[in-house]
């Protein structure tokens, strides 16, 4: 499968323009290939207890179980300002269940594995 990662940025971008980001005035946008060819996004929604904000890449797994699941085949994640940014340890345990090993992540670093941003991640199969 192509991955027009310009394109996946493009809606990153504009996806977090969208933000709810009140109090941290900090902005995030995330957009993701999925595996039938459909891409999901998601975007920060802040709370004024901190402990119930939601992130983009909560957003975006939301929107891709909502629209019929699949697979996250490649994903990528911007700040307000338009720049590349990696998901936290959180998110990357929540991208890893809905992708796998193979699931590619834009970092600032250039393209990653998320077998590489999340070594020896724990998932559907150590329940077995």
Known sequence: ??????????EADAVAARAYAPYSNYQVGAAALVDDGRVV?????????????????????????????????????????????TPCGRCRQLLFEHGGHELVLQTPDGLRTMDEMLPQAFGPGDLA
């Open 1 to 10: 499968m192509v991955i027009d990662w310009e394109a996946l940025k493009a």
């Open 41 to 85: 996004v998601g975007c920060n929604v802040e709370n004024a207890g901190y402990g119930v904000t939601l992130c983009a890449e909560c957003g975006l797994v939301s929107t891709l179980i909502a629209t019929g699941g699949g697979r996250l085949v490649a994903f990528t994640c911007v700040n307000g300002r338009g720049e590349i940014i």
